[in-house]
């Protein structure tokens, strides 16, 4: 894994920091958190699908016994493998079956992630939304953990949610519209207050 923070992640920090005292509170406490990149875009794309809906440790325990089962998580591997089986490691049918597409999308060179870097991020979106199983959040956690775009806000992340109304909005959940306005004032730097937001929940760095 690369644990290189994003060339542009202190300038993120001083200048959301300088602008709103909730993001320089959550700097300040956690100067430790860095966001990471597995190097993997097909591993990042499968962590994302089996993480969808449920808890972060539920994900984890999950994958764990996934990847245990697999052994190798390459799509030329993951697509031949039984449903039952992956179903059998924790995993929805359905999530089973999206695996397996997702692999197939990689085979036969539907998803292309050489051709991601020249495109912005609603481009990506798109594309990676053709795939069974990959919606807009999913398609929103490539780009931030694979990626690393630095103004990503996704609107339907829970934990996203629960940061913003703890820390503004005297704990009532916001509407996506009101969220969606919130997240103007981080701009251009949304990835990164999404990230100590995320902190403030849970210290746990998560890394898909």
Same mark, same amino acid.
């Given at each position: 894994?690369?644990?290189?923070?994003?060339?542009?992640?202190?300038?993120?920090?001083?200048?959301?920091?300088?602008?709103?005292?909730?993001?320089?509170?959550?700097?300040?406490?956690?100067?430790?958190?860095?966001?990471?990149?597995?190097?993997?875009?097909?591993?990042?794309?499968?962590?994302?699908?089996?993480?969808?809906?449920?808890?972060?440790?539920?994900?984890?325990?999950?994958?764990?016994?996934?990847?245990?089962?697999?052994?190798?998580?390459?799509?030329?591997?993951?697509?031949?493998?039984?449903? *039952?089986?992956?179903?059998?490691?924790?995993?929805?049918?359905? !999530? =089973?079956?999206? %695996?397996?597409? #997702? $692999? &197939?999308?990689?085979?036969?060179?539907?998803?292309?992630?050489?051709?991601?870097?020249?495109?912005?991020?609603?481009?990506?979106?798109?594309?990676?939304?053709?795939?069974?199983?990959?919606?807009?959040?999913?398609?929103?956690?490539?780009?931030?953990?694979?990626?690393?775009?630095? *103004?990503?806000?996704?609107?339907?992340?829970?934990?996203?949610? !629960? =940061?913003?109304? %703890?820390?503004? #909005? $005297? &704990?009532?959940?916001?509407?996506?519209?009101?969220?969606?306005?919130?997240?103007?004032?981080?701009?251009?730097?949304?990835?990164?207050?999404?990230?100590?937001?995320?902190?403030?929940?849970?210290?746990?760095?998560?890394?898909?």
């Amino acid at each position: 894994m690369n644990t290189t923070p994003p060339a542009y992640w202190h300038t993120a920090c001083t200048e959301l920091a300088a602008a709103d005292p909730v993001m320089a509170a959550l700097i300040s406490r956690y100067p430790d958190a860095i966001l990471g990149d597995r190097g993997d875009p097909f591993q990042t794309l499968a962590r994302a699908i089996v993480g969808q809906q449920i808890s972060v440790k539920a994900a984890d325990n999950i994958w764990m016994r996934f990847a245990d089962y697999a052994q190798r998580i390459q799509p030329e591997h993951i697509v031949t493998l039984e449903l *039952d089986a992956l179903a059998a490691c924790g995993l929805s049918r359905r !999530k =089973a079956e999206y %695996l397996r597409d #997702l $692999a &197939g999308h990689f085979i036969d060179g539907r998803v292309e992630p050489a051709r991601w870097k020249a495109l912005d991020d609603e481009a990506v979106i798109a594309e990676l939304t053709d795939v069974r199983g990959i919606g807009r959040w999913t398609a929103e956690m490539f780009l931030i953990f694979s990626l690393r775009r630095p *103004d990503v806000w996704p609107l339907d992340d829970i934990g996203l949610q !629960k =940061a913003v109304a %703890l820390h503004y #909005l $005297a &704990g009532e959940r916001p509407t996506p519209s009101l969220l969606r306005q919130h997240g103007a004032r981080h701009a251009p730097w949304r990835t990164v207050a999404t990230w100590y937001l995320w902190r403030s929940l849970d210290p746990v760095v998560v890394q898909y």
